[in-house]
Nanobody
């Protein structure tokens, strides 16, 4: 199993970026994105179940970020609009082979089995 994240870069505040994560080896029950800013803990950003039935976002990105999945390609994307300097972080895609029982469980990084290598997003003010 391998997750390959791409799409990070430097953008001005108010701009947009699209992150992509290509999964190989199998399909998963849950696809998600986390981020980690310098000196901070890794935090949940967004998650999507394989059938689209569960869709969750960090409150601060609601209305600005959109997670989506291409089932045929086994990829998950994170479209990020109206970026803010506080969105600066290394973004990681993460997956899980089984479902989670609660909304709260989606927030916890240890609940995810596979991780991509991370892609850096820098938003300048």
């Amino acid at each position: 199993v391998q997750l390959q994240a791409s799409g990070g870069g430097l953008v001005q505040a108010g701009g947009s970026l699209r992150l992509s994560c290509a999964a190989s080896g199998r399909t998963f029950s849950i696809y998600s994105w986390f981020r980690q800013a310098p000196g901070k803990e890794r935090e949940f950003v967004a998650a999507l179940s394989w059938n689209g039935g569960s869709l969750y976002y960090l409150d601060s990105v609601k209305g600005r970020f959109t997670i989506s999945r291409d089932n045929a390609e086994n990829t998950v994307a994170l479209q990020m609009n109206s970026l803010l300097p506080e969105d600066t972080a290394v973004y990681y895609c993460a997956t899980r082979t089984t479902t989670l029982a609660s909304r709260r469980a989606y927030n916890s990084a240890p609940n995810y089995e596979y991780w991509g290598q991370g892609t850096l997003v820098t938003v300048s003010s």
